[in-house]
């Protein structure tokens, strides 16, 4: 019976939490509805509120953002906006901070994580997974002697908090596995092995 039990629980645990955080996100993309006028929000013209029109309409405007962001007028647009953030104080902190974030992160040529490491962490004598981010900045690497890179240290299970740190190159080990079954490993806490191999193993 015990068996039984588990083997029910986890085929519903992974789909109970897969709906509960697609509803979260659909719940969420609706209050974009919020932004249009009554006359023009579901309750207005269907008698009742339909559920993933904010998501849908949230599709749709980011898309046709990004087809207007790539002709020439579009891109002059843009760039005058971003002149104009620039240069409001406080703003044009935030503003540049999050931009080079978001570029990193979702440009299609930039590389957030580029390898999958093994490194001692938190002392000598422990290893964990960790990813490689960079190379450190300019006035940081003249003033350190050897080779070293930039390294991202992700917590369990939530990989989005972590440590930033700089590690002698030396000090690393590159693992043959993708940085997808690298965080796979890290949000399973180690119950999903990946079938990557280290190098030079």
Request: net charge positive; glycine share 8%; no cysteine.
């Amino acid at each position: 019976m015990k068996k039984y039990l588990i083997t029910g629980l986890l085929i519903w645990i992974p789909l109970v939490i897969t709906l509960w955080v697609l509803k979260f996100i659909v719940d969420a993309l609706d209050q974009t509805l919020l932004l249009l006028p009554l006359e023009f929000r579901t309750e207005n013209w269907l008698g009742f509120h339909m559920p993933g029109m904010g998501a849908l309409m949230t599709v749709v405007i980011v898309f046709l953002t990004g087809a207007f962001a790539t002709n020439l007028l579009g891109a002059r647009l843009v760039n005058f906006w971003h002149q104009v953030l620039h240069r409001i104080p406080v703003v044009n902190s935030i503003y540049s901070s999050v931009k080079q974030i978001s570029d990193t992160l979702f440009s299609s040529s930039g590389q957030a994580f580029r390898r999958a490491l093994l490194v001692r962490w938190p002392h000598e004598g422990m290893w964990t997974i960790a990813f490689l981010t960079g190379r450190p900045g300019a006035e940081i690497d003249a003033r350190l002697v050897g080779d070293y890179i930039s390294v991202y240290v992700p917590t369990t299970p939530n990989p989005t908090g972590g440590y930033f740190v700089i590690v002698a190159r030396k000090d690393v080990i590159e693992l043959d596995m993708s940085v997808d079954e690298a965080l796979k490993y890290i949000i399973s806490m180690g119950v999903v092995p990946p079938n990557g191999k280290v190098h030079g193993k």
